[in-house]
């Protein structure tokens, strides 16, 4: 009788220790990993759109991005061509632009890793412009004149928020909200820089920019498995 009681006590001081082990497990957190899972590599189909139906535009650009957890490498490299043409002058530029910087992706626990991202870019450019004018004077005829700045250099930040979508396989579609500012272009004696490739016109402190973009993602690893809802 006093073994049997023994065991009881035994099994009576034992049972809150196992229950402590089992919500010590119970509470146990996966930590996240920042080995990138893949690659998406896209292009912004406004841009190709453009270029086909808008004279006055000619350019592309490519995105790539790649996944340190829920923090995303971003960057975009694009060519810009912009001709104006008006009856007393004529403008165009040709040149070439960068963005780098990171997003935030807000969904956590989606395991296709969709996308509703907040984000930061560096935007790079540098370009060539022209613009030729004609003037009509009653007295002198017409009068003509052509001024050229070539090989500036301009930069400015982006604030950028999106959704990335998985569409099919290795599919993904996506938007990209640009609010653009801080723009500084080289010294440019002839003139003053009228369009800067990847940002836009030079008269606005601030410019809004949009892009609607088809990716191809590209998986170097087996994404982990999303913990479960406790």
């Known amino acids: 009788m006093k073994s049997i009681y023994n065991i009881a006590l035994l099994v009576a ?16 957190t ?11 590599i896209g292009t912004d189909v406004i841009a190709l759109a453009k270029t086909s139906y808008d004279k006055t535009f000619n350019g592309w650009e490519m995105n790539a991005d790649v996944d340190f957890n829920r923090y995303y490498f971003a960057v975009d490299v694009g060519s810009w061509g912009r001709k104006y043409a008006a009856d007393s002058a004529n ?3 040709t ?3 960068f963005r780098v910087g990171a997003d935030v992706n807000f969904l956590k626990k989606d395991p296709d890793k969709n996308m509703f991202f907040l984000g930061l870019r560096y935007g790079n450019a540098t370009f060539s412009e022209n613009m030729s004018v004609i003037r009509h004077d009653q007295q002198w005829g017409n009068l003509s004149g052509s001024y050229e700045n070539n090989n500036i250099r301009a930069h400015w930040l982006e604030l950028t928020t999106g959704l990335r979508v998985k569409m099919w396989k290795m599919i993904w579609m996506g938007y990209t909200a640009r609010f653009k500012f801080g723009l500084g272009t080289s010294s440019t004696p002839v003139m003053l820089p009228h369009d800067v490739p990847g940002y836009g016109r030079t008269d606005k402190t601030s410019y809004w920019g949009f892009n609607y973009q088809i990716f191809v993602r590209i998986p ?7 913990p479960a809802e406790k």
């Open 91 to 93: 403008y165009s530029n």
């Open 95 to 97: 040149g070439r632009y």
């Open 30 to 40: 996966v930590k996240p990993s920042f080995v990138p899972t893949g690659v998406r």
């Open 220 to 226: 170097v690893r087996k994404s982990p498995a999303v």
């Open 13 to 28: 001081l034992a049972l809150p220790a196992f229950g402590q082990k089992k919500a010590e497990k119970d509470t146990v």
